[in-house]
């Protein structure tokens, strides 16, 4: 069975000056053979791409994805040990993601970050997502 957590984000300018902020969602999983490994981005036309990680088995790499590279809203990490982690958020909250992976740390990061916003006093800016831990073969 799945085990989900939802996560909900904000951020409030209790100052009286306006201020800058983003918010970035940093999570980091485990994956101890990345060659095994591969992420899936949903596309904005409902397709899914696949990228192997394989090429990073043994350094540190990273992808930015923003625009039309952004994921529709999910992505999957494929871990190759038969656990599958899905990430889901709000397209309208996210303007860019970070693929983070390093091969001697066995670890991928499927990084979140909002848009920048000025935040006037008292205004809020928020995420929500929700990470899905599963069955390749179970993914909703």
């Not at 069975?1 to 980091?28: D, F, G, M, W, Y």
């Not at 992420?39 to 899914?48: E, L, T």
């Not at 991928?108 to 995420?127: F, I």
Request: some cysteine; glycine content about 6%; aromatic content about 4%.
């Amino acid at each position: 069975e799945a085990a989900r957590l939802a996560i909900e984000t904000t951020i409030t300018n209790p100052t009286k000056q306006p201020r800058t902020a983003c918010i970035r969602v940093h999570p980091s999983y485990e994956v101890p053979d990345l060659k095994r490994a591969f992420v899936r981005i949903k596309r904005k036309d409902g397709s899914w791409e696949a990228r192997s990680l394989a090429a990073d088995a043994e350094r540190e790499a990273e992808d930015w994805l923003e625009g039309d590279d952004l994921p529709a809203g999910e992505w999957q990490l494929d871990t190759g040990t038969g656990l599958l982690v899905v990430s889901r958020f709000k397209e309208s909250q996210v303007s860019r993601c970070l693929l983070n992976r390093d091969g001697k740390e066995g670890r991928v990061n499927l990084e979140l970050y909002s848009r920048q916003a000025r935040l006037a006093p008292g205004q809020r800016l928020e995420l929500t997502h929700e990470i899905e831990i599963t069955e390749p073969t179970k993914a909703k």
